[in-house]
Nanobody
């Protein structure tokens, strides 16, 4: 299994941007689809976006569509989540996850998870 390490979280004001990174260790990300999920206190872990192993296809939750962009650089073994026009409702711990080849919007389908990175958006 590939190990994942997220970075890039922080405290920002509403309307600004952040880019999260998800570095893969011990494996090649070209064989894996990557998903981003988020979890706010007291809430379930929600799907945000996924990208397929080749990077040809992406899928987004309605709540982030047109504001967030998922991408991956297989040569750098890193996936990214560019988050624009951030809102206070985007505040959560963000997790990246990996599964072989095809993406999924369901957390249960992923077998490798990072430790999470906190994103806090102030109004």
């Amino acid at each position: 299994q590939v190990q994942l390490v997220e970075s890039g979280g922080g405290l920002v004001q509403a309307g600004t941007s952040l880019r999260l990174s998800c570095a893969a260790l011990g494996g090649t990300l070209s064989r894996y689809a990557v998903g981003w999920f988020r979890q706010a206190p007291g809430e379930d872990r929600d799907f945000v976006a996924f990208i397929t192993d080749t990077g040809d296809s992406t899928y987004y939750a309605d709540s982030v569509k047109s504001r967030f962009t998922i991408s991956k650089d297989n040569a750098k073994n890193t996936a990214y989540l560019q988050m624009n026009s951030l809102k206070p409702d985007d505040t959560a711990v963000y997790y990246c996850a990996a599964r072989p080849f095809s993406g999924s919007a369901f957390a249960i389908d992923y077998h490798s998870w990072g430790q999470g990175t906190q994103v806090t958006v102030s109004s």
